[in-house]
């Protein structure tokens, strides 16, 4: 491979241990499928700002009120951080800081809650996170979660969609202090006005946990949550295919709270070089040609659940609205297990990740189910018709599964699939990460 690991791949060469990682990690990403529904490829210039000296800044505190000198230039960083963040989401407040999704929901609960209080997000066995209650996550211990799931499962493909009804129910009798929506492997358009109306009918707050769709609100494809909800949470290196973050947005009353819950609340120094690569991604959201991107990541993740569908595979809840799809493996083949189809697909170039699907009867760890996304090999360019080419080498690698020359077979006509889309062309000269 002579693509370089980073845009400063030189001067990486000064340690040929991590350098030769690097490298072999370049070669992965590379030379298989990425279709793992969080990730995504970010452009280089967020890589060349996540890579900078801003990473050498103390600067714990907020714009103009630091508690170290020395921070003309990253006080102005951080601001246009926030300002493209507002302006793109059109938000009162953005705070930036968060070093992660996770820590950008634990911020908000600490801002808006007391321990104790009770929260009602979705189960984590119907799609939600961990930090939406996992009885192995921090949130279980100091809130009172209560989960809300989808409908059952329809012989028309018309079930497993959000439950609002039980989510109505359980408002009125548990009368959570917040409503949380938002998901980690929920295929459908979640619409934050009816969580809105039940927050509202019990005097709750809203939070939209936009960590997934967050590119495909910035770019247009779904609705914004921002303006319903009185918090949005984000991740940036998902959808938005920016650096790996979070950031939250609320209104202009909640700004105070949300600020001092995330610094000094929970975080330490804030990672500059990190905000500075959410400015070049919130930026880059911006563009038009981020719009046409966000659309033909649905255009993908439909003509692949069309095509795996095709295949003899399920999709849970009969298609997709976003850029993830849940696969159903039992009428594929009722003994194939979302474990072993992960497994066969690693050793055939196909990278994705087992997952629950709705009342799934096999555990966590095992599970009936795969979870597939778009938004990576869409920035390398790919379309429909490479849709259509992912999901018949999916089907032969699971029927071969036990065969490692079909398996062999699969992985060389994946590197030449992939060979055709580099999601890192010329970078280092021309500096450009493919089709937008
Ligand atoms: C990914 C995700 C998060 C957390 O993001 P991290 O950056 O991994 O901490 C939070 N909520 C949802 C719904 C997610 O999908």
Known sequence: MTVPATPFAAWLAADPEVSALLAEEVERQSTTLQLIASENFTSPAVLAATGSVLTNKYAEGYPHRRYYGGNRVIDEVEDLARSRATALFGAEHANVQPHAGANANLAVYQALLQPGDTVLAMRLDHGGHLTHGSPASITSKIWR?????????????????IDFDQVADLAKREQPKLIVAGSTAYSRVIDPAPFREIADAVGALFMFDAAHPAGLIAGGAHPSPVGVADVVTLTTHKTLRGPRGGAI????????????????????????HVIAAKAVAFGEAAAPEFGRYAAAVVANARALAAALAAEGFRVVSGGTDNHMLLVDLRPFDPDLTGKEAQEALDQAGITCNRNTIPDDPRSPFVTSGLRLGSAAETTAGMGPDEMA?????????????????????????????????????GLGSQGSAGAG
């Not at 006509?413 to 889309?421: D, P």
């Open 145 to 161: 979660f209560v989960a809300y799931g989808v409908t059952p499962a329809t012989a028309e493909g018309t079930g497993e969609v």
């Open 249 to 272: 947005l609320c209104r202009g009353d909640l700004a105070k709270a949300i600020d001092s819950a995330v610094f000094p609340g929970l975080q330490g120094g804030p990672l500059e």
């Open 389 to 425: 080419q992912v999901a018949a080498l999916i089907g032969r690698a699971l029927t071969g599964r036990a065969d490692e020359a079909v398996l062999g077979a699969v992985r060389s006509e994946v590197g030449a699939l992939c060979a055709a889309f580099p999601p890192y062309a």
